[in-house]
């Protein structure tokens, strides 16, 4: 991964924990206010805070898998920094080591708490487990993978779908394409970065969104690179040198989207490529802004974290929720044509967010569905 997109994922895994410090498995007070410094990045943290209950608030508990990952991590801290904006009773477990799931929610379910979010490892073992922890008046909810438990679904946190986002990014290019003076046709170059968490399943769907859409594609499928920004810039550029007719390229991650558009910028005009693609940092929408690239779809996992905390606590209210809840994928298109000349942009998290643009707008929407 690159230098930038790297230190994208550390500034959102670290912040939380500041705000936060403190909130642990054993912390029994509720969490202080968090506040937002000036010039953060504007994003589901910013949500407007969920009703109080009259009674107090419950305990949420989110579960992690021994050794987790990036992606359960982040989930982790955005709920954490929702649930101590809203002065919620927020707890993080961690199984321990050798200790599956199943048995974990077991274990937390028999020391107490109000509701639980659940990362899940296997989803056919957890189903008893969460029937067990319901059973004791415990309510659940999962990110990613549907449970049943006794026959009945688990409420689940689901991402939009890549297939839709990817249609709207593919007919974006190609109109971009033919303003370059290239064929909407294609070829098309599906490119992603290996160390992206997602990144191959989003690349897949570009690919997919081509074929459906009659466009020409280099290679059987989405392109890997080992490396940074300018790995994948490099990879464009000698793509373009066996194939000049290269129409387009389609992006899986930040880090590819960047390295394409920072090698298209530096071409002669009439040579150049669309780009478009998805992002998790919305900083990087300024090349969008600045119509070097297409259109970005915005697919933020701290989205995830948030709704799965909402949802869990509107469940231990005793409120109702949806069997599955979709988390937003707004695509943001490029304000004018195909820019060329030298791309300049910082990704300095400190930096001012970009102005008018809210990703996460749709939330709101999504929450009403959740509250009816």
Do not use: H
């Not at 579960?63 to 649930?83: G, V």
């Not at 280099?218 to 000698?238: F, H, R």
């Amino acid at each position: 991964m690159s230098r930038s997109a790297a230190a994208m994922w550390v500034w959102v895994a670290l912040l939380p924990v500041v705000l936060v410090a403190g909130c642990g498995e054993t912390q029994d007070e509720r969490n202080p206010p968090a506040t937002r410094e000036k010039g953060g990045l504007s994003g589901p943290a910013d949500l407007p805070a969920i009703p109080k209950s009259g009674t107090g608030s419950p305990r949420i508990t989110f579960l992690l898998p021994n050794q987790p990952k990036t992606q359960p991590l982040i989930w982790k801290e955005a709920a954490q920094l929702d649930a101590s904006k809203q002065n919620g009773i927020f707890t993080v477990r961690t199984a321990g080591d050798g200790e599956s799931m199943a048995e974990f929610v077991r274990r937390v379910s028999q020391e107490g708490t109000s509701a639980m979010v659940v990362v899940v490892d296997d989803a056919e073992t957890l189903g008893p487990a969460i029937a067990e922890a319901r059973s004791r008046g415990i309510q659940v909810v999962t990110i990613l993978d549907q449970v049943t438990a006794d026959g009945d679904p688990v409420p689940v946190i689901v991402r939009g779908d890549y297939g839709i986002a990817a249609e709207t990014l593919v007919e974006a290019a190609a109109t971009d394409a033919t303003a370059l003076g290239k064929s909407s046709e294609g070829p098309a170059l599906v490119v992603y970065t290996e160390d992206f968490p997602e990144a191959d399943r989003r690349a897949q769907a570009l690919f997919d969104a081509l074929s459906e859409a009659g466009i020409e594609t280099i290679g059987a499928g989405p392109q890997a690179v080992s490396g940074g920004q300018y790995d994948v810039g490099n990879m464009v550029l000698e793509t373009l040198k066996e194939r000049p007719e290269l129409a387009m390229v389609l992006t899986g991650d930040d880090t590819s989207f960047l390295g394409s558009t920072i090698e298209r910028s530096e071409l002669p005009k009439g040579t150049g490529v669309s780009v478009a693609g998805f992002l998790v940092d919305p900083q990087s929408f300024d090349i969008v802004q600045g119509s070097f690239a297409s259109a970005a779809a915005f697919a933020d996992d701290r989205v995830l974290g948030i709704l799965a905390y909402r949802n869990a606590m509107s469940l231990a209210k005793g409120e109702t929720v949806p069997d599955r809840i979709v988390a937003p994928m707004p695509v943001r298109r490029a304000p004018g044509p195909p820019a060329f000349g030298r791309l300049r942009f910082d990704l300095n998290p400190e930096d001012a967010p970009l102005e008018g643009f809210d990703p996460t707008k749709p939330i709101q929407r999504i929450e009403s569905e959740v509250k009816d």
